[in-house]
Structure formats: structure tokens, C-alpha cells
Antibody, heavy 121, light 111 residues
């Protein structure tokens, strides 16, 4: 059974750096074709894909946020970490981590419950 | 502004059939990238409903179906039920962004 759980601060101040951790079980990120992505959703708004890390150490970023994002993985701990710098109130959102497979148009079958991050002074 | 355009809302009476459109461009749906659909109940994580344009994961009723043509895709829900009232999102890949993209979401109301 695949499970993912997001953890991190519920509240961050503007200009601070956000660090979120995705702890997962039921699969290994060292398995060929395996990937983990972060997706966020501002309250009442649409989903937005943020970043992805693959089994082969490749990483991909949303081009509009690329300068602020870093995704990394610790295969031994079954964790993926997302950092986002220079947080702003518009970054207030529920952040999800998802497991998926590589491919030309990957889809997200397994999701964590999400963690709400509020950016406010 | 989402690269995939969905109607903000659709509605239908119980038992009816409704469709939700998802319009893209030559850099995503029109380029041949597959379209996927998600259902999101209030306060919950999205749930995969359709993958690869028209495939249902195990457990998804066959009332839900997907199609794709040109630069657009559609989700059809037949025999509408009260429990189908939810937000629905389409998703694909965009070559100009080198990443996944979502539609703006559609709220389905069962009258």
C-alpha cells in the first residue's frame, strides 16, 4: 500500500524559506521509473504542479517558480524535501506530494493528505 | 491563467449526463500528450478519475468516461448522482513548460 505524508510549518512569514518534507512508504524512489512531485492548491483555486524528482536523480521545476524551488530526495529515508524561498502571502496553499511514474504525460494516482501553509506576518 | 481551460461550473439533474470540457493548445493536448482527470471533494486530496485520455482506475464507476480530440478533451458523467457533486480537474503535460499542467477546475452541481 502506497502512502505519502507531508510535513512542515503551518505558518511562515513573508520572505522566509519554506521547507516541506514528504515521507512515503510502499515504494522505493530508487526503482526505475519512479517519481515524486509536489503540487499545491491555494484556497478555492486550482491545482499547480511545482516540482518533480525522479529515480535517476533528474529534477524538473515549474518554470515560473524555478528560481525559488529546490527538490531533493533521501532514498534511504524514503523522503523528498521541497524548499521554496522568499515566501509571499500568495504562496498560501495546501501543498501535496504525489507518487507517479515517468512518461510523456505522467498522472498522479497517489496523493498525500496535503499540508496547509499560510504565509503571514 | 491555466494553460488548460475548463468551464467554471456545470450542473445537471440526477440521472442526467453531463460533460466537462478541457481546452488546451498545440504545446499540450494538441501535441498528443495524454489527458487525465481528477475528482476533488471539499477538504480532500484529488482522486484520479481517468488516466491516459479514457482509462478508469480500478474502483471508478463506468459512469465516468473520457475522450480527447485535437486540442481538447472531455469528461462525461452519465447517470448523475448526488455524490458526484464535486470539483473536477483535467491535467496534461506541456512541452513549452516542460512540466505538468492542470485546468482551472470545474464545479459540478447536482440539482
Amino acid at each position: 500500500q502506497v502512502t505519502l505524508r507531508e510535513s512542515g510549518p503551518a505558518l511562515v512569514k513573508p520572505t522566509q524559506t519554506l521547507t516541506l518534507t514528504c515521507t512515503f512508504s510502499g515504494f522505493s524512489l530508487s526503482t526505475s521509473g519512479m517519481c515524486v512531485s509536489w503540487i499545491r492548491q491555494p484556497p478555492g483555486k486550482a491545482l499547480e504542479w511545482l516540482a518533480r524528482t525522479d529515480w535517476d536523480d533528474d529534477t524538473y521545476y515549474n518554470t515560473s517558480l524555478k528560481t525559488r524551488l529546490t527538490i531533493s530526495k533521501d532514498t534511504s529515508k524514503n523522503q523528498v524535501v521541497l524548499t521554496m524561498t522568499n515566501m509571499d502571502p500568495v504562496d498560501t496553499a495546501t501543498y501535496y506530494c504525489t507518487r507517479h511514474y515517468s512518461g510523456s504525460s505522467p498522472y498522479f494516482a497517489s496523493w498525500g493528505q496535503g499540508t496547509l501553509v499560510t504565509v503571514s506576518s | 491563467q491555466s494553460l488548460l481551460t475548463q468551464p467554471p461550473s456545470v450542473s445537471g439533474a440526477p440521472g442526467q449526463r453531463v460533460t466537462i470540457s478541457c481546452t488546451g493548445s498545440s504545446s499540450n493536448i494538441g501535441a498528443g500528450y495524454e489527458v487525465h482527470w481528477y475528482q476533488q471533494l471539499p477538504g480532500r486530496a484529488p482522486k484520479l478519475l481517468i488516466y491516459g485520455n479514457n482509462n478508469r482506475p480500478s474502483g471508478v464507476p463506468d459512469r465516468f468516461s473520457g475522450s480527447k480530440s485535437g486540442t481538447s478533451a472531455s469528461l462525461a458523467i452519465a447517470g448523475l448522482q448526488a455524490e458526484d457533486e464535486s470539483d473536477y480537474y483535467c491535467q496534461s503535460y506541456d512541452s513549452s513548460l516542460s512540466g505538468s499542467v492542470f485546468g482551472g477546475g470545474t464545479k459540478l452541481t447536482v440539482l
